[in-house]
């Protein structure tokens, strides 16, 4: 079945696929919605966006993504309220640093009427996707990729964006233990560690991977040029809390990704009354802090992970273990006013949420 909504074309699928989900158990990011957006750049211009059943790509061998690495997404989440509304939060945020991606990465801007129109008739066509089980949510990617089929180094002329979902539950279900790492390096000034650019996960992999053997889940970057400050990490940007003050490292470098979800804890903590300082904060800091028991709280923050509760810190062959979950109440409190607001349940006070 075919429709228009006004400047985008709707293709439905035959059979949705809905039913053969255990919503009660859904593995993040292995089950995917009925439908996803499509949009093409050619010869300078975008064509018209199609919402069109979920299906694979025809990919050319010398497309050039798969040979010099031009592409770069978001991810995002849409919930349902109680009453059975979607509702999506910061949208536009994701929006706009999409498009900041597309700029460093010299690749073509996407307009706010296929990005954000695209997006809502998707989550709107596909609302039942939305999980409401505790901590579950409807994951959304979209993505853009160059497509030219020529095997250069120069930027591409040709573009495809995407937009798919997926519903998942937690991506951290427990606390986690990370690793502060100094030898490996996520990004270096004046590269492209604040885009959200698909090279800088795949650097990661392997430090990542090494990490994992030593029985952590993910890393704590430090500046490439001393190991000296910390930086994010993983798939998160990361938040302490020391002798009652949050404190996480400033985004003012071009080597710290600027989260939609930090922005928003931020934000959250200032309007609770909590002291905030966005600074740059030494490892050494960090460690003395853990050493002297003054470091009371660690977490995480990111679309994917939300708030990630940091259970243990290693560094240098030292394991630091950080007070139970339950005791830490600046990132607790702020993660329940957080989760009542992209639910609908607590008054959003900013014009983050947008009911479909």
């Known amino acids: 079945m075919q429709a228009t909504t006004d400047h985008i074309k709707i293709t439905k699928t035959k059979e949705s696929k809905i039913h053969e989900v255990d919503?009660?158990?859904?593995?993040?990011?292995?089950?995917?919605?009925?439908h996803m957006l499509v949009a093409h750049y050619s010869n300078g211009s975008w064509g018209t966006a199609e919402i069109m059943p979920f299906q694979s790509l025809k990919m050319h061998p010398a497309m050039s993504v798969l040979h010099?690495?031009?592409s770069v997404f978001e991810g995002l989440k849409a919930y349902k309220s109680k009453e059975g509304t979607p509702l999506l939060f910061r949208a536009k945020d994701n929006f706009a640093r999409f498009n900041e991606s597309a700029e460093r990465m010299c690749m073509a801007q996407v307009p706010e009427d296929i990005f954000m129109d695209g997006l809502k008739e998707l989550i709107k066509l596909d609302q039942d996707w939305i999980p409401?089980?505790?901590?579950?949510?409807?994951?959304?990617?979209?993505?853009?990729?160059?497509?030219?089929?020529?095997?250069?180094?120069?930027?591409?002329?040709?573009?495809?964006?995407?937009?798919?979902?997926?519903p998942v539950g937690f991506y951290y279900p427990e606390p986690i233990s990370v690793?502060?790492?100094?030898?490996f390096s996520r990004a270096a000034s004046g590269g492209v560690g604040a885009a959200k650019a698909a090279g800088?996960?795949?650097?990661?992999?392997?430090?990542?991977?090494?990490?994992?053997?030593?029985?952590?889940?993910q890393l704590i970057w430090t500046d490439a040029k001393e190991h000296k400050?910390?930086?994010?990490?993983?798939?998160?940007?990361?938040?302490?809390?020391?002798?009652?003050?949050?404190?996480?490292?400033?985004t003012n470098r071009d080597t710290i990704l600027k989260g939609v979800t930090r922005r928003s804890v931020l934000t959250l903590a200032k309007e609770m009354g909590y002291l905030v300082e966005e600074r740059p904060v030494e490892v050494a800091e960090v460690v003395?802090?853990?050493?002297?028991?003054?470091?009371?709280?660690?977490?995480?923050?990111?679309?994917?992970?939300?708030?990630?509760q940091i259970s243990e810190i290693g560094f240098r062959g030292n394991r630091f273990e950080l007070p139970d979950v339950e005791s830490r109440e600046i990132s607790n409190k702020i993660l329940d006013k957080l989760n009542g607001i992209r639910l609908g349940t607590v008054k959003d006070e900013h014009g983050w949420v947008v009911r479909l």
């Not at 919503?23 to 009925?34: A, L």
């Not at 579950?136 to 979902?165: H, M, Q």
């Not at 690793?179 to 030898?183: D, F, G, N, R, V």
């Not at 400050?229 to 400033?250: A, Q, R």
């Open 23 to 34: 919503f009660e158990n859904i593995p993040f990011g292995r089950v995917f919605s009925d």
């Open 68 to 70: 010099y690495g031009q």
């Open 132 to 166: 409401t089980k505790t901590g579950s949510s409807l994951y959304i990617r979209p993505f853009l990729f160059a497509t030219d089929e020529y095997v250069g180094i120069k930027p591409s002329d040709d573009f495809t964006f995407i937009i798919f979902t997926c």
């Open 179 to 183: 690793k502060i790492e100094e030898h």
């Open 200 to 217: 800088n996960y795949a650097a990661s992999l392997f430090p990542n991977q090494r990490a994992t053997e030593e029985g952590f889940r």
């Open 229 to 250: 400050y910390i930086e994010e990490s993983g798939t998160m940007n990361i938040f302490f809390v020391i002798d009652g003050k949050l404190i996480t490292p400033d």
């Open 288 to 308: 003395d802090a853990l050493k002297e028991g003054s470091l009371s709280e660690a977490f995480g923050a990111g679309t994917a992970a939300t708030i990630a």
